[in-house]
């Protein structure tokens, strides 16, 4: 996400951070660099001459020019003023509407809105919420089972729409049908078009006088870039939408639609996708993401992330674990799987200050991936007895494993070998905690 966006706009800041004084033309220099960053991030040009103008301004104050670090006082006011190019702050749904609180979606065909619609369903259902989900578009069947297929797979309810069924009244009745669930949200999963188109319009603007849906989410493809943001302020016209969702941001370099769309159409972000699958939606937070931009990292994303995938009640019984030493390998197993539950160690790094940039230093970050993988493999090819306990192994069972791994049996010997050297450095480590001395960079 917004790689080339980031790696420019770091490049614009040494020109700043590198001079003691910083005079007038210092500064336009950086900022010209600033400027170019962002057009060349597909950022709306009218979008990109307010906020250079907002920058220059307050670059030459007072706050700047009187600093011990003007550089670092540039680049925090650039900070400032990205977070609220990017919508101030977060915004998220209103969860406090006398129930069901009743969420439309809209969109153009493809932009991720069906996807998006049982990701919700389950980011609500995660906030303790009862969601119910409606599939109405009817111009392209195969939606209706997209939805009821997803919804499946999470078990929430969905309406029984068919194709014949006209999409108001299937709104409607769903969500008379959502109430006597005791269902609290109900997702309006609308049909798209390829275009806008006057007749589809017609038919969302109907839904929306019909239901009153409290949110009217516009979902855009990030990566279409300014044709999403057109899009977006069209929709935005016609039907007053309450924000915007952008999908395939994971893909997305350049971030030129994240950044022009609340100032082009005055709606926040309140979403975004980040990949095929159903956990893949985050909040939309502007100061992480502009903390992300600009190389400055964001612990707190990354912090919830492994609140999700570890849960306390493991955390404390692999404590126990590591204290009697029966740590073993089925656990490291299952502790490597969670850790990249949290995605590609890539993105990992990129959230933890100051490493962003180092990623290209560290030509080998691809490598662990791969080892990942390949150690996964060889404890997959091992017994339950033998994960539990790694001694059995000898070397007809090294040869076994290699085989059925697609490794050698140096592999399986140093992946055992790094293994003991691991726990008896948690052993040492429970050792020295026990006797209340601190281990160098535990907290
Ligand atoms: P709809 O026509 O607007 O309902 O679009 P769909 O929900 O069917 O999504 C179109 C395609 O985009 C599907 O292949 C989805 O898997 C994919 N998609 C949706 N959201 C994301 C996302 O955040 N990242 C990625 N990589 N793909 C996504």
């Given at each position: 996400m917004f790689d080339s966006l980031s790696d420019r706009l770091n490049a614009a800041f040494k020109r700043f951070k590198g001079h003691g004084r910083l005079d007038a033309k210092n500064i336009k220099d950086g900022l010209r660099e600033v400027r170019l960053a962002l057009l060349e991030a597909d950022v709306h040009f009218s979008v990109v001459k307010d906020f250079i103008e907002r920058i220059k301004d307050r670059a030459q104050g007072q706050e700047v020019l009187e600093s011990l670090t003007p550089g670092q006082q540039v680049v925090k006011i650039v900070h400032e003023e990205m977070i609220e190019l990017l919508g101030g702050t977060t915004s998220g749904l209103d969860l406090g509407t006398k129930p069901p609180l009743v969420i439309m979606m809209a969109g153009l065909q493809g932009s991720g809105k069906t996807t998006t619609s049982a990701k919700l369903a389950l980011y609500l259902r995660r906030q303790k919420r009862k969601p119910f989900l409606v599939p109405?578009?009817?111009?392209?069947?195969a939606a209706i089972d997209q939805l009821h297929k997803l919804a499946n797979e999470l078990g929430v309810p969905a309406f029984a729409s068919?194709?014949?069924?006209n999409p108001v009244d299937i709104c409607s009745q769903a969500i008379e049908e959502a109430k006597k669930q005791a269902c609290d949200v109900v997702l309006l999963d609308t049909a798209g078009r390829l275009h806008i188109d006057e007749l589809l319009m017609q038919e969302l603007q109907a839904i929306k006088e019909t239901c009153k849906p409290q949110e009217i989410l516009f979902v855009a493809d990030s990566m279409t870039g300014q044709d999403a943001v057109n899009v977006a302020a069209r929709f935005n016209e016609l039907l007053d939408v309450t924000g915007v969702v952008l999908t395939k941001m994971e893909g997305d370099a350049r971030g030129g639609a994240a950044l022009s769309i609340k100032s082009v159409t005055g709606k926040p972000i309140k979403f975004v996708g980040m990949g095929e699958k159903l956990s893949d939606l985050e909040v939309f937070h502007p100061d992480r993401v502009a903390s992300r931009i600009l190389g400055m990292g964001d612990v707190l994303t990354l912090i919830e992330k492994a609140q999700e995938a570890i849960d306390a009640k493991e955390a404390a019984e692999l404590e126990k674990k590591f204290k009697r030493s029966e740590f073993n390998l089925e656990d490291f197993r299952s502790q490597m799987k969670k850790i990249r539950k949290l995605g590609s160690l890539e993105g990992i790094m990129k959230m933890i200050p100051g490493m962003g940039q180092m990623r290209k230093q560290l030509?080998?970050?691809?490598?662990p991936e791969k080892e990942l993988t390949r150690i996964d493999a060889i404890i997959s090819s091992m017994t339950l007895a033998e994960r539990e306990d790694h001694k059995l192994i000898t070397l007809s069972r090294k040869k076994r494993i290699a085989a059925g791994s697609g490794t050698s049996v140096a592999d399986v010997t140093a992946l055992l070998k790094n293994f003991e050297q691991m726990q008896k450095m948690m052993k040492k480590m429970m050792g020295k905690q026990k006797q209340g001395k601190a281990i160098p960079g535990m907290p």
């Open positions: 109405a578009d009817v111009y392209r069947p068919t194709a014949d069924m030509q080998n970050v691809k490598m």
